[in-house]
C-alpha cells in the first residue's frame, strides 16, 4: 500500500464540474518529497550521514525506497535493511553489499566479525547503508552505527519515527519530513481510489482530505474506509490542538467586569461579572477533570 | 454539525451579543452561520454558490479556510466596509459577523475541529478527547440542539423585555439597577419605580409603583404616587427605606430641562407659563426673597420636603410646580431655577397627558389629604 505514497501524479485539472476526479488510468510515478530525496542524495554522496524523521505513516519507508532505487540505477553500491536482530540485519546488510559471510573454515561469521567486516569494508568503499524504521534497531546496533560514522567513510541515511534523542540520533544531523501539503495529499487520494475502483467527488475527497492532517498514510486509509462503508468523522494525525484553555482565558473577562463593576459602583456588572466567573472557575474544573484521550485504539 | 445546529448557534449569539430582538437581524445572523460550510457543495450554503463550493472543494479538505478566524476578519472587513455606504446596513454588518463566526465555531465541539488559524493547518478542538467531542446528526447534536433551543428562546424572551442587564437588575432589584435604565430610557421615557420597602419613619411596610423624578444621591431617587413626592433610598433622610427596587420603562415622556433667572420679579409670573396641560413640572435651584419671614412652608414629616427655607433663602428641590405658585408664588424672587418638565408626548394628541397627571399627580403637598403612599401594607 505504502508503494502509492508517491504514484499520485493525475489530472487535478480536471473539470470540477464533473461529477467524479478519479482517472481513467494510472497516473504517472511521482515524488512529491523531492526536496527531501535531493538533500538525502546530496549528503550520502558527499559521504555524509543523515537522519529522516517524520510522524507515523508521513511516508519515510516510499521516500528510502526511492533514493536506494535512484542510487542503485546510478551505480552505487547501497544495503538497505530493517530493524531485526543485530546478527540478522548485519548478515542482510553483508550480503548485499556482496560480501562473504563466513569464514574460510566455512563457519558462519561472528556478530563482532560481521561488524568489523562491515565497518571495514565502508571505510574503504563508497557504499550507502540505508536503515529504516532506525528507532527500532536494538542499542547494540546503534552503537555499532555511531562508531562507524565515528570512523568515517560510512555513508549511512537513518529514516526514523520520533527518534530518542541518544546515539547515532544524536550525532546525525536530521531533516523531518513535515505532513504534506494539501494539493499532493488530494493527489495521493485520488491515486488510492483509482486503485481502489471507487469513484468520489470533489466534496467527498475534500470530505476524507480533512481526515487525512497531511500523512499520506491516513489518506489512503480514508480512501479504504469510505470503500468500505466505515462512517468515520475523527482522525488519527496529529495536527488536532485543544483549544480548552483559550476559552477558559474567556472566562477572565468576567473577573474583568466585575472589576469594572466594583470601580464604577454598579451593582449589577459586579453581581454578573462575579457569577460568571464562578461558572468559568466551576467549567474549568470540570472540563479539566475530563478523562484523557487514550494513544490506544478504543 | 447539522444546518438547523448552526442556525440556532449563530442567531441565539447574535441575539446575546448584539442585545436585539429585531427578527431580520437574527435572521441575517443566522443565516451567516450557514457560510462558512460553504466549502462543500453538499451544505446549503455549498448548494446556493456551487462554483464558490467548487474552488474550495478543488484545492483544501472540508472545514478549512471559511472556518477560520481569517474568513471572519475577510467578512467583517466586508461588511463593516459596506456600511459606510449604507449606514443602515451596522446592525447587519454585526448580525452577519457575529453568526458567521460563531457558525464556524461551533464545529470546535464537532469530532472533525476546524482549523481557526488557517493557513496554519492545526485543527483546533475542544474538549481535547475526541470520544467526547459531538458527532454530526449523533444523539448527542440533537440533546444540544434541545439546549440550545431552551436557550434560545430564553435570550429572545430577555431581549424583547429590554435586554440582559435590565432583565438581570430586575432580578437583583437593585438600586444601580434603576439608575441604570433611568440613565438609559430617562429622557424618553416615564420611568416607573416598583418599590418594596420600609417607611422611615414608623418602618410601616411599603409596597407600590412610583414615578420616578431624579436621582437625589448616589442611589436613592425623588419618586412621586398620588401627588406626594418621597425620597427612596438607604439614606437617613430618606421617606422610603429601600428593599428591593425594580423599574419599568413607562409611557412616552421627553423630560426637558429649562433654566430661568429671576431678578426681584414675582415668582408666579416667571413660572407660570411652565403649567402644561399633561406635563409633570419640578422646580430645582435657590431663590432669596424679601418675604422669607413671613412665610409659612407646609410640612408633612412621611414626605419629602421639596422646599426648605432658611433665613435667607429658599431651597427647592424637585417641588412640584403648583405647589412651589401655591407657597411661594405671590413672592418676588432673585435667583436662578431649574424646571425640569415630563412631557408626555401622546398628551398632545389627546387627553391621555392629563390622565397621567391625574394618575401620578403633582398637584402638590399635602394637597390629597393623608392617603398613603404607593400601597402602604401596614398603615398606621
Known sequence: ?298 | MLGISHLLISGTTTALFLGTAEPSVILSGAIAGLLPDIDTSLSPAGRMFPWIAAIFESKQGHRGASHSLLASALIASTCYAATFFFPWFLPYASAITIGFSFGWFADVFTQGGVEMFWPVHLLCVCPGNRNLRLRTGSNGEYIVLAFLIAIALTIFSVNSHGGLFTQFNRLIASPSGVVHLYNEQGDTHKIIATIQGVRSSDRAKIEGKFLLVQQSGNNGFIVLSDGKLYKASNEPDAQILIENITADVGDTAVTSIESVNLDDEPINTVLTKFSRSGALVFVSGQLTSDDIDTTTIPHDPYQFQSIKASKESYTLEAAPLEQVLSVIGDEFGTGVLQVRSINSTVNTQGSRGDGEQGRWGAGGQGSRGERVMGNLVKDD
Not at chain 1, 485520488?190 to 499520506?216: C, F, M
Open chain 1, 1 to 298: 500500500m505504502l508503494s502509492h505514497l508517491f504514484i499520485g501524479k493525475t489530472s487535478s485539472q480536471q473539470s470540477n464540474s464533473t461529477p467524479s476526479l478519479t482517472p481513467d488510468k494510472p497516473p504517472e510515478f511521482h515524488v512529491y518529497r523531492q526536496n527531501e530525496m535531493k538533500q538525502a542524495r546530496a549528503a550520502l554522496l558527499a559521504q555524509g550521514a543523515l537522519c529522516l524523521w517524520g510522524e507515523e505513516g508521513c511516508g519515510k519507508s516510499v521516500l528510502a525506497n526511492a533514493i536506494v532505487q535512484s542510487l542503485r540505477q546510478e551505480g552505487y553500491l547501497v544495503a538497505h535493511t530493517e530493524p531485526s536482530t543485530p546478527k540478522q540485519m548485519l548478515s542482510f546488510i553483508t550480503e548485499q553489499f556482496g560480501l562473504e559471510t563466513y569464514t574460510l573454515e566455512g563457519k558462519q561469521l561472528s556478530l563482532e566479525g560481521l561488524k568489523l567486516q562491515l565497518s571495514d569494508f565502508m571505510f574503504h568503499n563508497s557504499a550507502v547503508l540505508v536503515v529504516d524504521d532506525a528507532q527500532l534497531c536494538k542499542p547494540d546496533f546503534r552503537h555499532w552505527l555511531k562508531k562507524c560514522k565515528k570512523r568515517g567513510g560510512c555513508n549511512l541515511l537513518l529514516l526514523a519515527t520520533n527518534p530518542p534523542l541518544a546515539d547515532i540520533f544524536l550525532s546525525v544531523p536530521r531533516i523531518q519530513l513535515r505532513p504534506m501539503s494539501e494539493k499532493a495529499i488530494r493527489e495521493i487520494m485520488i491515486e488510492a481510489a483509482y486503485h481502489r475502483g471507487i469513484k468520489l467527488t470533489a466534496s467527498e475527497l475534500a470530505r476524507l482530505q480533512s481526515r487525512a492532517g497531511g500523512n499520506p498514510t491516513l489518506a489512503i486509509r480514508a480512501i479504504e474506509e469510505e470503500y468500505l462503508g466505515i462512517d468515520q468523522e475523527a482522525a488519527d494525525h496529529k495536527r488536532y490542538f485543544d483549544i480548552t484553555p483559550l476559552l477558559l482565558i474567556a472566562g477572565t473577562i468576567f473577573v474583568i467586569i466585575r472589576f469594572i463593576g466594583v470601580g464604577t459602583s454598579d451593582q449589577s456588572l459586579y453581581i454578573l461579572g462575579g457569577i460568571g466567573g464562578a461558572i468559568f472557575l466551576g467549567l474549568s474544573r470540570l472540563i479539566y477533570s475530563l478523562p484523557k484521550e487514550g494513544r490506544r485504539v478504543n
